[in-house]
């Protein structure tokens, strides 16, 4: 069932045959095959995509444009594939996935290398924190000269963040010009690395930034979601793929208006998000501490403000060298990015909409998520529980 990272979903017609790994499902019924699913498709006139899945409370919005039937009624069948983070760019580039969403900051140097993709439209603010003992004597930015950073990865979109930050503050992160020392860690033990002092900060994304933070007391030298350099900067944008874009730009279109009105909902209802996602095992975890989470964010989508963080991005990235140096970012966004004239830069508020009601329409798309628990991303994914107070923890 897996080849490069990728593991599609149990057909339905196969349910008897696979009926241990329907107990993990989500609600949804699954679909008998790729050649099925394109054939139920055709016959309903629904379009067929293919949506990149992983356990991630930063996609909630996904989830809800199934749960409240939004992708149906834009006329899309949904079939998610769950893909491991460190396989997307294959996944993309093998032709296997046509639309998804991603962290923007992460994505700009696989663009750069040829990554087949446009992003559409921004989906929300927040998910990414640097982080301190609450007892340091690390006060700014400016005090991490020379100190060490731990990290889930080099690329990651919180090292990328990282130095940003560092770099804005007049403290060197080129390859020439290191002035702190990035020490990659497993994401799940980052917080220990940092009590035992083994790194002076780390740098992660949610929840495990957030769960770290209230178990360990630590301080924020950077929280994406209030911080006034990053606070109205998209972090995670819709994208699809540039085959789609240019062979089915009605559909590629419909994707993003339908996850446009999710987001709002999810702006306008983060509880309910929490309790649906979870109950329906889109992500595992405290529906409260997920609930607590998302209401950090700004899920008010805008196309215009994922092209400005975008943009935004590519001019920084370039100054500090992740990208290539005299990468125009002007071209550089125009060129990853696509605004369709029948989408509007950000949905009417329907608070109104009868979730209970609308829920009955996600029964048509292919789901099974739980095989994809182990997978890890850089922001919101695993399971999320509330941490239990830690006595021993540095204050």
């Known amino acids: 069932m897996t080849k490069n990272g990728i593991l599609f979903r149990v057909a339905s017609g196969l349910l008897a045959a696979a009926l241990t790994l329907s107990l993990t499902a989500c609600g949804g019924s699954s679909s008998n095959s790729d050649a099925s699913a394109a054939a139920d498709s055709a016959d309903s006139g629904a379009t067929h995509l293919r949506l990149i899945y992983s356990p991630s409370l930063c996609a909630a919005p996904m989830y809800i444009a199934i749960e409240n039937g939004y992708f149906e009624d834009e006329g899309l069948d949904i079939e998610q594939v769950t893909v491991d983070a460190a396989h997307v760019s294959e996944a993309i580039g093998a032709d296997q996935v046509d639309v998804g969403m991603g962290l923007i900051g992460k994505m700009l140097q696989p663009l750069e290398n040829g990554l087949p993709i446009k992003f559409t439209t921004g989906i929300h603010t927040g998910c990414t924190k640097l982080l ?25 979109a919180a090292t990328v963040i990282s130095k940003r930050s560092l770099s804005a503050a007049g403290i ?33 994304g949610d929840p495990a930034a957030s769960i770290a933070e209230e178990q360990y007391g630590l301080t924020a030298l950077i929280d994406t979601a209030t911080d006034p350099k990053y606070k109205d900067e998209y972090c995670c944008a819709a994208f699809v793929t540039s085959k789609l874009a240019e062979e089915n730009p009605k559909a590629a279109a419909a994707f993003t208006r339908a996850v446009q009105k999710a987001s709002q909902w999810v702006q306008e209802n ?11 095992e889109y992500v595992s975890g405290d529906v409260d501490f997920c609930a607590q989470i998302l209401k950090t964010y700004n899920y008010k989508p805008s196309v215009q403000g994922g092209y400005d963080a975008l943009k935004q991005n590519a001019e920084e990235l370039t100054q500090i060298g992740v990208l290539k140096e005299g990468t125009d970012a002007t071209k550089f966004a125009d060129n990853a990015y696509i605004f369709f004239d029948d989408v509007p ?44 107070q830690d006595t021993n923890a540095k204050a």
């Open 132 to 156: 301190v003992p609450g007892s340091s004597n690390i006060k700014s930015i400016a005090d991490l000269k020379g100190k060490k950073i731990g990290v889930p990865g080099l690329a990651d």
């Open 172 to 204: 060197g992160v080129t390859d020439q010009n290191m002035e702190v020392e990035f020490s990659v860690y497993s994401r799940n033990d980052l917080a220990q690395a940092l009590q035992n002092g083994a790194v002076d900060a780390i740098a992660l």
């Open 270 to 280: 983060p509880d309910e998000t929490a309790k649906i996602i979870t109950e329906k």
């Open 345 to 388: 830069d950000a949905p009417e508020s329907d608070a109104s909409t009868d979730t209970a009601t609308k829920s009955t329409k996600a029964s048509s798309v292919s789901f099974q998520p739980a095989a994809a628990a182990e997978a890890e991303d850089d922001c919101c994914s695993g399971k999320i529980t509330k941490p239990a």
